[in-house]
């Protein structure tokens, strides 16, 4: 390409499709559709949790994800510390996903002058509890200004045996849906944080009563990635059939295992775990529990999927949930109510475009 | 840590220090202290061109950077796809700067609804150009919407034997200082841009003539990184001692290896390569031609080292530029002018803050 300004000239302008329009799944499948594989140690590219790279006796999982000010926290709420434990979690839980452990992140962040050397600080003391909670490296990253806010770009490299790796593509017909903790909290925990600021703007002297939402709050503004279920998975021998992570909402990310393994779902709504601070404080605010667990996001819990000869090493786990089995692909995706009543999935996950 | 609201009011008013009082370098280095090494696969953290990290046989190398509009790139004189293009050389020049191969690349943006689709996709057909120009394939990343602008950030990994690893730190007393290509050219067509701009902005119906700076411009728009250069080291048997890429600047790069290898630097300034046009623009624009040289960033140059006896198997190479010598540290870094002075270098990279 050679420099010419006939180019440049309203790059934005001309046959103006909206991203709104395709919205932002729809964006990413166009952009993917240009995308090869040419390197034989890409073993897996764009379409899972993380990337697989061969790397000999080992591969290496990486994965992505960009972080601002103003779409994905508010820093009206959000403690800095929280911000970049947070940052670090949601991509050590996308490493867990893939069944590997974390082992190095590179950290980028680009900042205004809003923000001083003390806050920057405060920020990594967030980064670096995370990063010694989860026996990671920080081996890198970019330090840049920007003109509004702050960004956080992390970048997590993971490790696995090969036949460790649990892809999103592996379930098998009558394979158990297991799904730890509980759901719907971060959802619940969000709309209370924002509910308390709007009433702290209105009047900044009253103090915000969130002691009785203390878990929920903190769901949302302190994740924790669950690599404590994939110790244990070695520990107990378990490679699940598939796995995923639940940060844009248990009902989407079903939708991308059933996609990835060409499979049906059924799940039971009174097998959904859903704590009880969460299903209270949901009623409170005027929303159902159920459609909380299923289309919240941000638990950053991991669903996966195991054979059912494993179901015995699993069945007294204290955090593990069998919320129900995967079927063939003409019996759809579909929750069975607690009246017996057989209703289909939706995938709302969470739009940002 | 515990949610409270206690922590959050206000983070970024008390004992305030502004990041323009430490600097960009003095916010890293604050930073980086705090940052320890756990992990026995972590070969090399932060602290040269990328992280290398084990991978059985091989090493794997990380690098990541941020480009965010109005601070990395102008999009009134910048296309989409050069940005992309360039967005990728960069990091492939840090995988380039340690002597490996680059392999696999994930790719976030964040963009305001300023963007459309088609916006996008221009700016992809450059990513993916370079993909395809550096064999790199691209394995996964993040779209966000983000309130002001476009912001990229991309991490790059790369593959080397062990061996082959050109840190900052290897050089030694004698060993020869080389540079490839021109440099000081990239500065220059940014200047040429920006006053372009300003006239284009003072009258719209006025075309900027471009033709006569298209080569300084190219090397601001579309750098391209030097994996010519890896590739022929292969072929020729050459491990250089020390690499560096120029990004901020000849004499910051100069200092950064200077400083890894606790070594002295010597220079000739009649042996810096500049380009004609560089050197006859920078004097139409009242700059000084080695100062350009020296503290112009963006060049995507390698600045490397070399034993003296691989001298003669670089000797003849057509952009290969031989400007110095590894001197003790007692002896300072000093360049040699071209009447015969000596003066000390000074390291003046770019500054964001």
Same sequence: chains 1, 2.
């Avoid at 680009?110 to 920057?120: G, T």
Wanted: glycine content about 8%; overall charge negative; proline content about 3%.
């Amino acid at each position: 390409m050679r420099f010419n300004l006939l180019e440049i000239e309203n790059p934005m302008s001309k046959d103006r499709t909206e991203i709104s329009d395709i919205g932002e799944f729809g964006l990413i499948d166009l952009l993917n559709q240009k995308i090869s594989i040419k390197n034989p140690s890409t073993l897996k590219g764009i379409g899972d949790d993380a990337a697989v790279i061969d790397a000999g006796e080992h591969v290496k999982v990486l994965t992505t994800d960009l972080l601002l000010e103003g779409v994905h926290f508010d820093l009206s709420y959000a403690p800095l510390q929280h911000v970049g434990f947070k940052a670090v979690a949601v991509n050590v839980s996308d490493i867990a996903a893939m069944n590997a452990i974390p082992k190095q992140i590179t950290v980028s962040i680009a900042l205004s002058n809003r923000f001083s050397v003390e806050a920057v600080e405060a920020l990594y003391s967030g980064i670096n509890a995370a990063a010694t909670h989860y026996g990671i490296d920080v081996v890198g990253g970019d330090t840049t200004a920007s003109r509004s806010g702050l960004l956080i770009s992390i970048t997590a490299i993971g490790e696995a045996k090969k036949e460790d790796i649990a892809y999103r593509s592996g379930a098998k017909l009558n394979d158990i849906i297991c799904v730890t903790g509980d759901l719907g909290g971060a959802l619940v925990g969000l709309q209370i944080l924002e509910r308390e600021k709007q009433v702290y703007l209105a009047n900044p002297d009253m103090k915000p009563e969130l002691e009785k939402y203390n878990y929920v709050t903190a769901r949302q503004l302190k994740p924790d990635a669950r690599m404590d279920i994939i110790h244990e998975f070695r520990d107990l021998g378990v490679v699940p059939t598939s796995m995923i992570d639940v940060s844009d909402g248990l009902a989407s990310e079903l939708f991308h295992i059933a996609k990835a393994s060409s499979a049906g779902i059924t799940i039971y709504e009174d097998k959904l775990p859903i704590d009880k601070q969460t299903y209270e404080t949901a009623v409170e605010l005027g929303l159902d529990p159920i459609t909380c667990a299923l289309n919240g996001g941000e638990d950053y819990e991991l669903l996966f999927t195991i054979d059912q000869k494993d179901f015995a090493k699993l069945e007294k786990h204290p955090d593990i949930h069998f919320i129900g089995y995967i079927s063939k692909p003409e019996e759809g995706k579909v929750m069975v109510t607690k009246s017996g009543t057989v209703v289909n999935l939706k995938a709302q996950g969470w739009k940002h475009f």
